[in-house]
């Protein structure tokens, strides 16, 4: 009878705990946690507007290749004192204030024709810098999925240790109801009644000190998930751990995480850059065309009107000859820019394998230790209901009871913390191994 009741205890425990407050309080999945985390985090909006921008610059004008067409006007209106001597004094003439007009106007328009391919390496490098982009923003998603998981998790965990002292504390209120009862048939003496109460005294307080932690946690979560803070949530589920997972997998999908395919991409860039360097070596041949308007007018003078207009045409061919060989040492130092980038690459491969190696081996190491773990909770379970029924027959001390108590209470505690271990390597694998689902 006794052990049936410790199972409903359970039960209702856990239905008080985390069910009571329902009503006011909205649940919230993990799936649920994940979507509103990518809506709404600020970083990831960031990502998207940075998309936004790469892809607004991947153009051909950015790079250099469209032609440039530029219209000009210029009228301005003078007042002039005018002067003029000939070899017949007779047609000398002087005048003040005289009125005089120039207009110019023209459209112009100028194309490259060729400059050593550095228009076609700059477009390809925008490109690039556009596909860089959006894998920066796959990252960003990522690490804000890894971050709302692990957070999620540890509240399911935090919340299981409540359970856990909850369901303590039922037991310590049959053992104070039994104290009770068998003093007042004169078998128990005030020395098991104040253990009795102090034990069930300090599980309440470490109860709400527990439900503490539990409630800082939803509110971190609810700030990894831009909500308010003083949301009311609740979170219902259980760790489980995925048991299928391969290290051979992990270390072949490394390559394809966004982090490594990010500087992958920057060699790339840098990689154009140095062509970008190198063109600036060779001759460039621009076209220019337009047409011009040219007016000039004036009240006195020996030319009252001079009017000229009409289209040109023309090709301007420069050649680097010398320039103190900056053209030289900038190629020099882009070389040095993608023998960095793939230092840096191989550093973050070598980085997230040995990582990987390190998960893995917790991954593996708490699968092992979470099937003990598993069998001493049964064990722990079955000590205390048995232990319960032989002190209630007067056949196991108080300090029995306790220690019953304490065993199960860390053996349950053990098995919750192997499965958040377990749960966050198993995370952690998937985020080096580019598997992390949102």
């Given at each position: ?402 220690n019953a108590q304490q065993s199960f209470e860390n053996a349950a505690n053990l098995m ?23």
């Open positions: 009878m006794i052990k049936n009741s410790i199972i409903l205890l359970s039960i209702s425990v856990a239905c008080c705990l985390f069910f009571s407050t329902a009503s006011a309080q909205q649940p919230l999945s993990l799936q649920q946690a994940v979507d509103i985390a990518i809506k709404n985090s600020l970083g990831v909006q960031v990502g998207k507007n940075n998309t936004r921008i790469t892809g607004i610059n991947n153009n051909y004008g950015v790079a250099g290749g469209l032609p440039s067409i530029t219209a000009s006007v210029t009228d301005q209106q003078q007042s002039i004192s005018l002067k003029q001597e000939y070899s017949n004094p007779a047609n000398n003439k002087e005048s003040n204030s005289v009125g005089s007009n120039g207009l110019t106007a023209g459209v112009s328009a100028n194309i490259l024709i060729t400059n050593g391919e550095r228009v076609v390496t700059a477009k390809k490098r925008l490109a690039t810098i556009e596909h860089q982009s959006y894998k920066q923003l796959n990252s960003r998603m990522q690490t804000v999925v890894v971050n709302v998981l692990l957070k999620y998790y540890d509240i399911v965990r935090q919340q299981s240790y409540a359970k856990v002292l909850q369901t303590s504390i039922e037991v310590s209120k049959q053992k104070l109801d039994i104290v009770i009862k068998q003093q007042d048939v004169g078998l128990a003496n005030n020395a098991d009644l104040f253990q009795a109460q102090v034990d069930l005294t300090t599980q309440t307080q470490l109860l709400q000190a527990q439900q503490l932690v539990v409630d800082q946690g939803k509110t971190d979560l609810l700030y990894l998930l831009t909500l308010n803070p003083d949301s009311a949530i609740t979170v219902q589920d259980t760790i489980v751990v995925e048991k299928g997972l391969q290290l051979d997998t992990v270390l072949n999908n490394i390559a394809t995480h966004p982090d490594i395919a990010v500087l992958q991409d920057q060699i790339a860039i840098n990689q154009f850059l140095v062509k970008e360097v190198t063109a600036q070596r060779y001759p460039s041949v621009n076209l220019s065309t337009g047409y011009n308007l040219s007016r000039s007018q004036s009240a006195a003078g020996f030319t009252l009107l001079n009017q000229q207009r009409g289209p040109y045409a023309g090709i301007a061919v420069s050649v680097p000859i010398y320039n103190g060989g900056v053209y030289k040492r900038q190629q020099q130092v882009a070389g040095i820019n993608v023998a960095n980038a793939n230092l840096q690459k191989d550093t973050l491969v070598n980085a997230y394998t040995a990582n990987a190696i390190k998960s893995w081996q917790a991954y593996q190491s708490n699968l092992q230790q979470l099937e003990t773990a598993q069998q001493n909770y049964a064990l722990s379970l079955k000590l205390l209901q048995l232990v319960l029924q032989k002190f209630q027959l007067r056949q196991a001390t108080i300090v029995d009871v306790k919750v913390n192997i499965s958040y271990a377990g749960k966050a390597a198993e995370i952690q694998l998937k985020r080096y191994a580019n598997m992390i689902p949102f």
